[in-house]
């Protein structure tokens, strides 16, 4: 007999509440103890932790038999637990039930409540996740101490992600266009066994829109405006939806130009943080079959961002709690993607596969980078990525569970290059490489295997493991030691595994824990890169690695009644072999401390994230997280000194938000007020306090930031949002950002949809 329902909802009465709110106030003692070496973040645990926790003990020592009859309503936001998701377990399955800390943010929060500037910008108020600015066009994601090329990040399941993501904060994420999102959803942890490399901190999954018909609408035109007076920014976005069945269609160009940004109180306007970007994107979805049994979408994306600043490493920077200035005269950054992908997604094909997918993509990119150095040479560097995808999916009913299966291969072709020109603008070298190996290719094929097992009425076991296949062919890159041009060849392959269970402890409490592993091979830009690691740090090849090995435990507990939406969930993650830059003991030719990297890192990243939102009055409702993590690893600090344990790279304070939103209904608008606190960020690594450019000395100063933000229905087809974000015109910086956020940011946007 098939299991069609994956988890078995059962009725207690208040013992088992009980026992969960025993267990959420020992969570209450325990954690704050936890952070007591820091005191600043002691305070913000504290204050989150009494929030979120009390909030939800309000709600479960009640009892379940109280409110078993009233079905749960919908909450919005990072604590969604009646979402359905796909990215936790690669199959539909409700967010209260799947065994993984999942955060989702669909379309109406981006366009129409919280008016991010960039896809990184959307996840900035998610428990758990922090997002650091090396510039105003580059955000990257940390989830759970990691980012960079240990957050793995797919557009409609497939990889963004590819052989030249770099170590540390990149700036990918931030070419997608935010207004092609249907929903973000953001997972946290290990997911290697189902996605494969790199997913290590966490898997954010952008699915993005298609048209949906209306009753009666053959054509849907909508013009959407953005303007934000702290930032000078103007986005303006034209797009037409149209269906004559089975076949419908959705096309858009967006136009941004963001100007220079207005800091806090204290810094005015900063030079050189603008830039413009121009985006397109069409998708196609021809329905094969009746009821959606069969859909086939053909779909292209494409974001070009120009003359994006590296401010901070220029004379441009401003110096801020004692960072340092930078000495280039120019340095800017232009990006191109296109993605291009065919998918074909079934269900009920044959006896034996309930559900098939299969996807074909292209996608390119390209980066240019423009440098004019303080003594007046000038540089042009960059590198072209065409990478093709093939990966598949299946998904079986059966008596021993729901199975989901699969195979993906991904393919990286790679050109780089670097030019410099003297004063007068003749040509002085042409490098080897750019940042990686020239005429390169990297190969990522894995299979995987997964099956959703209920034990009974109140458990539900999943199990899964993956077999992956990494090659890497450096067709042409400087040798380390004498310069001149070599090549190499190496492969690695990797097993990894996985084991999460949930406990149905009622209708409104679920409980999980898991045992995950993850991996990250390396890639061509750990293994011939040619960078500028840091400020003063110039990265070269190292082609004697291996992958990187994580193994994450987690607990937590959901909780979803009538007005309460709550989550929490503890993590451990052991590190074995993390691929960490180590000097050398020589200097660049450029006068910079040359770095290399070598499987190095031992160490450990353990955290908390606890999240609440309850429904005070059919009218109000109140949100409050807190989210700290904690991480070391061995390091090599200085040349010639062995290594020592220290903490992780921009290591995220402790940092929690508390809200207040009123949303009567019906009504035709809404007023939401939301306070971020985020502690000092002291707890630094020795290229950390090196970094002076980006990280002042003793560490990122703490801030208290208000936002308020508010919609109005003007007439059914066309809407006004206005946002104030920092509204008392604090001065402050996201740890490990190269520019301030800005000052008192008032933001207005229209949607209009005739």
């Known amino acids: 007999m098939a ?102 943010v669909g379309e109406e929060e981006i366009a129409a409540r919280r008016l991010p500037r960039t896809v990184p910008d959307a996840l900035a108020e998610l428990p758990g996740v922090m997002v650091q600015k090396t510039s105003r066009g580059q955000g990257s994601p940390y989830l759970r101490g990691f980012t960079g090329f240990r957050t793995l990040v797919l557009i409609d399941g497939i990889r963004l992600n590819n052989a030249v993501f770099r170590d540390g904060p990149n700036q990918y994420l931030s070419i997608v266009d935010p207004l092609i999102v249907d929903r973000l959803e953001v997972v946290r942890g290990g997911g290697s066994v189902l996605y494969g490399s790199d997913a290590v901190g966490g898997t954010v999954n952008l699915l993005t829109r298609a048209y949906t018909p209306e009753a009666g609408r053959a054509v849907a035109p909508r013009l959407y405006g953005r303007y934000a007076a702290g930032e000078d920014a103007w986005v303006g976005r034209a797009e037409v939806g149209s269906s004559r069945l089975p076949l419908r269609g959705l096309a858009g160009v967006s136009w941004k130009e963001f100007g220079d940004v207005r800091g806090g109180r204290d810094l005015g306007v900063l030079e050189h943080t603008g830039y413009d970007e121009h985006d397109g994107d069409v998708r196609l979805d021809l329905d094969l079959a009746k009821a959606g049994e069969a859909t086939l979408t053909l779909a292209h994306q494409q974001v070009a961002v120009e003359d994006a600043w590296r401010t901070h490493s220029t004379v441009f920077g401003r110096s801020w709690h004692g960072t340092e200035v930078g000495t280039n005269a120019v340095r800017s950054l232009d990006q191109d993607r296109r993605l291009t992908y065919l998918q074909y997604h079934g269900r009920d094909l044959a006896p034996g596969v309930d559900r098939l997918t299969v996807s074909l993509s292209w996608q390119a990119q390209q980066e240019l980078e423009t440098r004019v150095t303080a003594s007046d040479e000038r540089r042009r560097s960059g590198f072209d990525v065409g990478s093709l995808g093939l990966w598949f999916q299946g998904e079986s009913d059966t008596e021993w569970g729901y199975w989901s299966y699969g195979a993906s291969w991904y393919r990286d072709a790679v050109d780089s290059f670097e030019q410099r020109f003297n004063p007068d603008g003749s040509l002085k070298s042409v490098r080897v490489q750019g940042n990686v190996a020239d005429d390169s290719t990297y190969d990522l094929a894995g299979l995987f295997v997964q099956d959703d097992l209920a034990l009974g009425e109140r458990f539900d076991l999943i199990l899964g493991g993956r077999y992956d296949l990494a090659r890497a062919d450096g067709g042409r890159f400087a040798d380390p030691l004498t310069g001149a041009a070599t090549s190499f060849t190496d492969q690695w392959d990797n097993l990894s595994g996985s084991a999460r269970l949930l406990f149905v402890a009622s209708d409104t409490v679920h409980l999980y824990t898991s045992l995950s592993q993850a991996f990250r091979a390396p890639n061509l830009s750990d293994l011939t890169s040619s960078i500028d690691a840091r400020s003063g740090e110039q990265e070269i090849a190292a082609t004697d690695l291996d992958p990187e090995q994580y193994l994450t435990a987690e607990a937590g507990v959901k909780v979803h009644r009538t007005r309460l939406a709550a989550e929490a969930s503890v993590y451990t993650t052991r590190i074995d072999g993390m691929i960490l830059r180590a000097p050398t003991g020589r200097l660049s030719l450029d006068g910079a401390t040359e770095v290399t990297k070598l499987n190095s890192g031992d160490g450990f990243v353990h955290g908390v994230e606890v999240a609440t939102r309850y429904r005070l009055t059919p009218a109000f409702t109140a949100l409050a997280d807190v989210s700290w993590v904690e991480g070391e690893v061995d390091t090599y600090a200085h040349t010639g000194v062995p290594k020592s344990r220290e903490p992780l790279d921009r290591l995220a304070p402790a940092t929690g938000h508390l809200g207040l939103r009123w949303e009567p209904e019906p009504s035709r608008g809404w007023l939401e007020g939301l306070v971020t606190v985020a502690a000092k960020a002291d707890r630094l690594s020795s290229r950390d306090r090196a970094d002076r450019q980006r990280i002042p000395p003793g560490g990122t100063p703490g801030y208290t930031v208000v936002t308020v933000r508010g919609g109005l229905s003007l007439r059914p087809d066309l809407t006004l949002t206005a946002v104030v974000e920092n509204l008392l015109d604090e001065d402050y910086r996201i740890h490990g950002s190269g520019d301030n956020e800005p000052g008192t940011n008032v933001i207005l946007a229209l949607d209009w949809r005739p």
Do not use: Y
């Open 3 to 104: 299991m069609g329902r994956v988890v078995r909802r059962v009725t207690t009465g208040q013992t088992t509440g009980s026992r969960v709110a025993r267990a959420l106030r020992h969570l209450e003692e325990v954690m704050p103890k936890m952070v007591e070496r820091f005191a600043l973040e002691k305070a913000v645990m504290r204050w989150g932790l009494r929030v979120s926790v009390v909030v939800a003990l309000v709600a479960v020592v009640r009892p379940a038999t109280a409110v078993a009859a009233e079905a749960p309503a919908p909450v919005a936001g990072g604590v969604a637990l009646e979402e359905v998701v796909i990215t936790a377990t690669r199959t539909a399955k409700e967010s209260f039930d799947a065994p993984a800390a999942v955060s989702v």
